[in-house]
């Protein structure tokens, strides 16, 4: 079974530009949940998605959205980039409602200049 | 905020030793889990324990749960260089969102 699949794995934008980031997740799984890491600040969590709706959603500005695809495919985007925005954006599927076992893509590592 | 914290940031060891890390949180949780990430890849599930547990085992890792407490501690007994990245608790609540903590990186000496 494949796992999760994230692209691009590398990126670099320059400010106020904007990026959509891709997560495929396990086949079957329905809920895709993202997360910022940053150094030193740990996974801070953006939104999960299961099933086409947007569940929960982290402190983070509007200018971090996200949506889910029919086929649990997930895309998040973040416009007018900041230099604070340079991170590894990681995308995470598991079967239910963000409960139990998270399983975890490469991640896309964003460099913001 | 319900983040988690580790404790230490940061642990070197030899290898064959054995290496102890905690997780503390701040209220009720449904499951506390532990997760490896090696440096700048994805995070690798470890173990699961639920709230009504107080141990469990995988392999050469050792859980514990203190719930009164809220605070958990993970332990791998005699380490590998293979097993030098960093590690992170989860916990997740009745809110189905989990919380991150910001994880101790572990370097295990050859």
């Known amino acids: 079974k494949a796992g999760v699949t994230q692209t691009p794995r590398y990126l670099i934008k320059t400010r106020g530009q904007q990026v959509t980031l891709s997560c495929s997740p396990i086949?079957?799984?329905?809920?895709v949940s993202w997360y910022q890491q940053t150094p030193g600040q740990g996974l801070q969590f953006l939104f999960e998605?299961?099933?086409?709706?947007?569940?929960n959603k982290g402190n983070f500005p509007g200018r971090f959205s996200g949506r889910q695809f029919s086929n649990s495919r997930s895309e998040m985007n973040v416009s007018t980039l900041e230099l604070g925005d340079s991170a590894l954006y990681l995308c995470?599927?598991?079967?239910?409602?963000?409960?139990?076992?998270?399983?975890f893509g490469e991640g896309s590592r964003l460099t913001v200049l | 905020s319900q983040q988690g914290e580790e404790d230490p940031q940061a642990l070197s060891i030899q290898e064959g030793e054995n290496a102890t890390m905690n997780c503390s949180y701040k209220?009720?949780?449904?499951?506390l889990q532990w997760y490896r990430q090696n440096s700048g890849r994805g995070l690798v599930h470890l173990i699961l324990?639920?709230?009504?547990?107080r141990e469990k085992h995988s392999g050469r890792l050792r859980v514990t749960l203190d719930t009164s407490k809220k605070s958990s501690s993970l332990l791998i007994t005699a380490s590998r260089a293979a097993d030098t990245a960093s590690y992170f608790c989860?916990?997740?609540?009745?809110?189905?969102?989990?919380?991150f903590g910001t994880g101790t990186s572990l370097t295990v000496i050859p």
């Open positions: 995470a599927s598991n079967t239910q409602l963000n409960t139990g076992e998270l399983f």
């Open positions: 086949s079957g799984h329905r809920s």
């Open positions: 998605y299961f099933s086409e709706t947007q569940r």
């Open positions: 209220t009720s949780i449904n499951n």
């Open positions: 324990i639920r709230s009504n547990e």
């Open positions: 989860a916990t997740d609540d009745t809110g189905n969102q989990f919380y």
